[in-house]
């Protein structure tokens, strides 16, 4: 497998941050109510319909959600896990 250089990639500073103040949680209308669902939930159930409802674009233009998806199938090798689970503990004792 070929891995790009980060020249190669055009990452732009918004997508980083914009990943930083990812919202824990999202807000979802339907019946005249309001609940909340997983960001990164494909499908949601109406709590009073029951009613499956569709959370995610899967446009042709990425979104934020599907970056941090691609992170976390990177972090399904376990290597790739337990270097992420270093990193964030370094990261968070820099708070
Ligand atoms: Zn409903």
Redesign the pocket.
Known sequence: MTTLQADEIAIAPELIDAIRQFPTAREVS??G?TFTASPLAIYAE?P????RLKLRSFASVPEIEDAIDAVLEWMNDPAAQAAAEARRIEIASHD
Request: charged share 0%.
């Open positions: 339907h019946c109510l109406c009073h319909c029951g009613q």
